[in-house]
């Protein structure tokens, strides 16, 4: 019981998923038909990028760039943005979540070995922000820009046009944000003693470009899950182990919930309405109440609008705590760090989140759609 409760505290989301999928289970009982809810691309994309980021992060490869980039800043102001920076374009790269368990780390060795705790807050929000938010511009940035992507099809150059504009407003936004510390001189001596292994970073970073071609339909996603798993599978067994499988285990129960409710004759057309009216309030909303990648899922068996409903679920993982589960991580991992301090966190945490939702919401409504 005792590791029951354990793994539902530790994958909050996954066990939400679970039970959805179940009650809808009941309503619209299985049939052939919950065969056609999956997206098998997006789930062997998902897993292939994970694995590999995997392998990448095992050898510290993003930890040690991240360090040498941070190494070069000479005050608080500066150290700010490199952190910030360093994690909106680590998003782009290997998805919000990882890019916050992988730089969070850093940013509170940087602020905690040059004696400024006071900004830890601050700083862990704007990472926060930025790996929501810089995720949003690439395919693989945020698991619901994967998902939406193979779901129709999307064409890149399409989908980066599509995201461009909040993709400048949201770096605009960050960069002003970060300006607001003082440029007090701080001295950050090099940690890590560590060093990339050539031949290790070669072969993953040539598994992560050929992880890419299979998103971006150049490669048949089959022929990576026969390559990728079977190279790392000799490689690093442990990369393959540390995959997150609970988060596509959430994909996978969302299918089955989502596919349910558009089954839902009240539901389709509740939901249809809504949504006629505005996707991307709509999905902003969604998003507030049951997380960004849900939403994703969920809305697109009601609309065929994926421009507002793309900028709806990026947008929309800034706002509330549970409004996407990279918020959940920054909130979990300060809160372990900065235990006594959770209320000025999340007091924080919403004044600038809101901030940043009003303004994006009113710029994609009156100038990207």
């Known amino acids: 019981m ?6 539902i505290k530790q994958n909050t989301v996954t066990s939400i998923a679970a039970l959805a999928a179940l009650v809808t289970s009941v309503i619209v009982p299985p049939d052939a038909e919950y065969l056609h809810y999956f997206d098998l691309k997006t789930l062997s994309c998902l897993f292939l990028t994970l694995a590999v980021i995997c392998a990448l992060k095992n050898i510290k490869f993003f930890s040690i760039v991240a360090q040498k980039v941070v190494m070069m800043t000479g005050n608080l102001r500066i150290l700010t943005l490199a952190l910030v920076y360093i994690t909106f374009i680590g998003s782009m790269l290997i998805a919000n979540d990882m890019a916050l368990i992988t730089f969070l780390p850093l940013g509170y060795f940087a602020l905690s070995s040059t004696q400024n705790h006071d900004h ?18 690439t395919p693989f940035g945020n698991p619901q820009n994967l998902f939406i992507y193979s779901y129709f099809g999307v064409p890149t150059g399409e989908f980066m046009g599509i995201m461009l504009p909040p993709f400048l407003l949201a770096i605009a936004m960050l960069t002003g944000a970060c300006f607001l510390l003082k440029p007090e001189p701080l001295t950050l001596n090099d940690p890590a003693g560590h060093r990339l292994e050539p031949k290790r970073t070669a072969l993953y970073l040539a598994l992560f470009a050929f992880s890419l071609l299979i998103v971006f339909r150049i490669v048949p996603y089959w022929v990576g899950l026969i390559l990728i798993p079977a190279v790392l599978f000799f490689a690093d067994r442990k990369a393959l182990r540390k995959v997150d499988y609970p988060l596509l285990a959430t994909f996978a129960l969302f299918f089955i919930f989502s596919g349910n409710m558009a089954r839902i004759p009240a539901v389709n057309d509740l939901v249809s309405g809504l949504l006629q009216r505005s996707t991307l309030l709509v999905a902003e909303a969604s998003c507030q109440i049951i997380s960004n990648v849900p939403s994703a899922i969920l809305l697109s068996r009601f609309t065929g609008n994926y421009k507002e409903l793309l900028l ?15 918020s959940l991580i920054t909130f979990n991992h ?7 301090h959770t ?26 759609i």
Do not use: C, D, H
Request: net charge positive; hydrophobic share 55%; no cysteine.
């Open 2 to 7: 005792k590791t029951i409760l354990n793994f």
């Open 120 to 137: 830890m807050a601050y700083v862990f929000i704007l990472q926060n922000i930025s790996a929501n938010l810089g995720g949003m511009l």
């Open 312 to 326: 709806g679920v990026n947008i929309g993982g800034t706002g509330t705590l549970i409004s996407s589960l990279a």
């Open 334 to 340: 300060f809160k372990t760090l900065r235990p006594g």
């Open 343 to 368: 209320k000025q966190y999340l007091g924080l945490f919403t004044l600038l989140n809101v901030i940043f939702l009003a303004v994006m919401t009113a710029a994609a409504y009156f100038f990207f």
